[in-house]
């Protein structure tokens, strides 16, 4: 009977011993799995992939996306208000308008005083021209500011001005 007991205790301490390996290997291999994650973390962390704080490269993307936000704002001229009659049929429309000046550069092109006249008298006559219907809205002041760019470019030869700005515009 005792030789019963001990065969039959061979195979429970054999199957006893198994368990413990297969553990011991499932162990083995969860620890080898958490190192090849936080590795690959620290990889895609390291390369950018996972954005982090205080590097250069982000730093410089920064600094690009600001720069992208900002457009470079070029020199500004304020011109003298204009009063002008509007084409309307019975004439009793006025229009006052005062406009600021972007142009491209930094500063104010040299030749833009010396065509001033020339210039006051292009708007003249473009603003005589229109009508209350043609300028009360936004659209028909957006396509204003564009003749008007378009004038003064032509009048001074070259593409100097960039924008037109309305920092006063009253009809009566």
Known sequence: MAEEKAEAAAPAAEAGAEAPAKGGKGKL???VGVVVLLGGGAAAWFLGVIPHGGTKHEA???E???QLEQPEVGALQALDPFIANLADEDGKRYLKATLQLEFFDAKVPDEFHSHLPLIRDL???LF???T???IRT???KTLLREEIVNRLNRAMRKDAVKAVYFT???VQ
């Open 60 to 62: 410089e993307a920064k």
């Open 29 to 31: 291999l969860a620890i």
């Open 123 to 125: 708007l003249l006559t």
């Open 168 to 170: 006063e515009f009253i």
């Open 64 to 66: 690009e996306t600001k």
């Open 138 to 140: 936004p659209q028909g």
């Open 132 to 134: 209350f219907a043609e």
């Open 128 to 130: 005589t021209s229109k």
